[in-house]
């Protein structure tokens, strides 16, 4: 997997492209720091170009959501690819993390995240 960064409206989008595997923990968590210690504040992690989500990064997922929450930011999700949502509802991330079908619902529509399992 490979991220790019760009702003929008003072929030910083992280669009993931390929595969989500465990072997990208280091690489995810070294950008996470980054954009910590830039002082951002609020993320929009955009899997739509993700078209295998490993369900071991679930638990990566969680730990970035704590991480960021830590430091007074929030972080959300877009998935609108049926097999990496799929995953993410089987894992209840939406739960714990607001997870939407586009990035225009992140930043508008904060009220259509996902809310139950169906999806």
Do not use: W
């Not at 790019?4 to 950008?31: A, M, P, S």
């Not at 970035?64 to 209840?92: C, D, M, W, Y």
């Amino acid at each position: 997997m490979y991220c790019e960064q760009r702003e929008r409206n003072g929030t910083t989008i992280l669009e993931c492209f390929g595969r989500f595997d465990e072997e990208d923990t280091n690489q995810f968590v070294q950008t996470l720091e980054q954009l910590q210690s830039q002082g951002i504040r609020h993320i929009i992690l955009n899997l739509s170009p993700v078209y295998y989500l490993d369900p071991k990064v679930i638990n990566l997922l969680i730990f970035a959501h704590q991480f960021i929450q830590a430091h007074a930011g929030t972080i959300s999700l877009i998935s609108p690819l049926s097999s990496v949502r799929n995953e993410l509802i089987r894992g209840k991330i939406h739960d714990t993390i607001p997870t939407f079908e586009s990035l225009y619902d992140a930043m508008h529509r904060p009220h259509s995240a996902y809310a139950e399992c169906s999806g």
